[in-house]
């Protein structure tokens, strides 16, 4: 029952979303990432009466959810300080977003960065299939 109701709200709210980003002639194609890739997420901002665009660049430590309630979480440092950022993937506030490096992790989320500073928070690069 909960499921079923669940299942109906979400496809409502994506249909909204992609009725809004067809309106705004916002491009939804979000490539494929994982935990651990390096992404830019270009974000749009309005500042009075003009939009511009900032990237915000950052590992991918969590990916939550699923459907039109999931979210992930990018981490960059920032003059010496981790800022988080969680996104939700069906955000209109989101005109693209580019995955730079793809890192080889063993974990679902990567909280035990947030404990590690300097060269101790790289990741090794996964290797690309032949």
Not at 32 to 60: A, M, N, S
Not at 80 to 103: C, H, M, N, Q, T
Request: aromatic share 8%.
């Amino acid at each position: 029952m909960k499921n079923s109701l669940m299942a109906l709200v979400e496809s409502k709210a994506k249909q909204r979303v992609q009725d809004f980003c067809v309106a705004a002639k916002v491009n939804r194609q979000i490539p494929p990432f994982t935990i651990g890739d390096t992404v830019d997420v270009y974000l749009r901002f309005l500042e009075g009466e003009k939009e511009r665009i900032q990237v915000y660049t950052g590992v991918v430590i969590a990916i939550r959810g699923h459907g039109a309630t999931a979210t992930f979480t990018v981490r960059r440092i920032v003059q010496g300080e981790g800022v988080e950022r969680i996104f939700p993937y069906e955000s209109p506030r989101i005109a693209k977003l580019e995955v730079k490096r793809s890192g080889e992790v063993r974990r679902a989320k990567l909280y035990f960065l947030r404990d590690r500073v300097g060269k101790a928070t790289r990741l090794r690069e996964r290797k690309k299939p032949q």
